[in-house]
């Protein structure tokens, strides 16, 4: 068997586990580029030099080339199960560890500054006038946006998917990776904001909640483009959707959340990105204790 009809066979395989159309839409995309390489070489025939030459080409972070590997396994595994082949080749290379990279929060400062640029625009000057401003239209869906991702911590995808029927007094009803949906809190200030927006539209149960200017379903994409585009009119650079997330995150740990609930709202498996989350929060317990222990601001002990 062919790469290019394994892949659609995976495909079918993965459809019938019911992923998400965009994980399906992240395998085919990776297993396409993969066998774009390899141009017609059987499954069978692919061994450990053909991959670990591939993964060496490729000029992407550590965690895009360990991501690829994890697909390339996925894959692997379903043609071994299916006698497609005999070796789980991709098993036979370890993958790189991911750079950790630094987590920076958002500011409140930062936050502020970009809910008041949702209002209203930037000054301009038109020919033979004085310069002026214009209330945006779009101001009461992109404020709430930032209200609903600062209160939630939720991922871009997540986000996107939301429908009316969602979005209830009790929390937000959220579709996670792997098919495992979960509540997600919101405060009474985000159900505001998301009132004042959906109500300027009648709205079904089944329709998205947030939509582009066309009234289209917001995509990863169109998210960052609005995120990026109210940052740049607040004056503030390196802001995109996924940052949100880490900013709730490191704020509910700061505020006195436990890791616990943390991780049942972020919907992580596992307890390890919380910790680093942990630990970001606990370095500035020990700045704050620094300033303001009564031992250290009197000096006791100093001499």
């Given at each position: ?9 995976f ?47 490729l ?29 789980h ?36 000057k ?19 946006i ?11 995808s ?51 909640v ?5 009234n ?11 995120i ?76």
């Amino acid at each position: 068997m062919y790469m290019s009809q394994g892949i659609q066979e995976f495909l079918e395989h993965k459809r019938a586990e019911r992923l998400s159309p965009r994980t399906l839409e992240d395998y085919e995309g990776t297993l396409q580029r993969f066998a774009n390489v390899l141009d017609k070489t059987e499954i069978k025939n692919i061994d450990i030099k053909d991959i670990r030459k591939y993964l060496a080409s490729l000029s992407v972070s550590k965690k895009r080339v360990k991501n690829i590997h994890i697909t390339l396994s996925s894959f692997w595994t379903w043609a071994v199960n299916e006698n497609v082949c005999d070796i789980h080749v991709p098993r036979l290379i370890k993958p790189p560890k991911p750079e950790k990279r630094i987590v920076v929060p958002i500011t409140k400062f930062e936050i502020e500054a970009m809910l008041g640029a949702t209002e209203i625009s930037l000054p301009y000057k038109r020919a033979g006038k004085r310069l002026t401003q214009i209330p945006l239209k779009n101001g009461f869906r992109d404020k709430a946006i930032i209200f609903f991702l600062l209160d939630t911590g939720v991922r871009a995808s997540e986000f996107c998917q939301l429908r009316m029927g969602d979005v209830t007094r009790s929390g937000a009803f959220v579709h996670g990776k792997g098919a495992k949906d979960r509540i997600v809190p919101l405060s009474q200030q985000t159900r505001e904001r998301v009132h004042a927006y959906t109500s300027l539209l009648k709205r079904a149960a089944k329709d998205f909640v947030f939509l582009t200017q066309n009234n289209d379903p917001l995509t990863r994409d169109s998210l960052r483009e609005i995120i990026t585009r109210v940052a740049k009119r607040a004056g503030v650079s390196h802001i995109h959707p996924h940052k949100f997330r880490h900013t709730f995150a490191i704020n509910f740990l700061r505020n006195g959340g436990d890791i616990f609930s943390l991780q049942m709202i972020l919907g992580h498996e596992t307890l390890d990105m919380v910790k680093r989350y942990l630990a970001i929060a606990q370095l500035d317990i020990q700045s704050a204790h620094r300033k303001a222990s009564p031992i250290i601001g009197w000096g006791l002990g100093s001499s």
